[in-house]
């Protein structure tokens, strides 16, 4: 049987180098000047009680300038009894990306209007990567994010996990538009806070 030969697939473009590149050591020297250039002009920074480059003192220090896409943390939106809007559908977990989404789902008969609602939503810190999905995902709007700086460290990944009461209660929220009925079947509504 004739094999055909393994032709080794190249995903990647190959980078083309002059000669001068190709001898290295001017490289690297330029390489080397670049670093030690903004070493010493920071340390004279730091030297002359400035500070210094982007440097920021974390968690002491948080910059204010943030960058203008950056999402923040989230919330779990409230109906009018305080309880999360939520449907417990699943949507969010299954879209993540990182995976770091876990429901419980809870089931009320005397709630027809709203049967299923999570007895517990958690969130894991250490792995989502804040790209949004889980809130354009939500069918619900049960889900949103808060553009703030996330207060994270610590000592253990315990302390990045978020919980149903905190989701729900850091920044309490509901959708004023959403008429919700109650468990009489009576469409309210509810101001946002
Ligand atoms: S922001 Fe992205 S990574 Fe984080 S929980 Fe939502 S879908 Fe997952
Ligand atoms: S937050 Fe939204 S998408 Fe996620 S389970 Fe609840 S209703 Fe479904």
Known sequence: MNRRPHVRRQYWNAPTMSWWERLYLPEIVRGLSITGG??????????????????TYYPEETRADYAANNRGKHILTQRPDGRPQ?????????????????????????????????????????RCIFCGLCIEA??????????????????DRERMWITLPE???????SDVAKPYPGKTGTATFRESR
């Not at 939500?138 to 000592?155: K, L, S």
């Open 38 to 55: 903004v070493f010493v002009r920071n340390m004279w920074r730091w030297m002359t009680l400035r500070k210094g480059a982007l440097t």
């Open 86 to 126: 939520c449907i417990a559908c699943n949507m969010c977990a299954t879209v993540c990306p990182a995976q770091c989404i876990e429901i419980d789902a809870a089931f009320d008969p005397d709630d027809p209007a709203h049967p299923k609602s999570p007895s517990a939503f958690t969130i894991d810190y250490s």
């Open 167 to 173: 989701l729900l209660s850091w920044n309490p929220q």
């Open 138 to 155: 939500c069918p619900e709007d049960a889900i949103r994010m808060v553009r703030m700086v996330p207060d994270f460290p610590g000592r």
